[in-house]
């Protein structure tokens, strides 16, 4: 009995350590998308105005 309380111990604890580096990867992940997202957003509209440029360009 001993034993099996033991390694249910120790298997609590490795749940423990891996839900909160989980936790911290989703969080990371998060982060990293919201970035993404902003960088995504920016570079569109860079090509917008490129593109209009080079239509006011051809236009001359």
Known sequence: ??????QLHRLTTQLHRLTTQLRRFTTQLHRLTTQL?????QLH???TQLH???????LK
Request: net charge positive; aromatic share 4%; hydrophobic share 30%.
């Open 1 to 6: 009995m001993h034993r099996l309380t033991t």
């Open 45 to 47: 509209r860079l090509t």
């Open 52 to 58: 209009r440029l080079t239509t006011q360009l051809q």
């Open 37 to 41: 997202h902003r960088f995504t957003t």
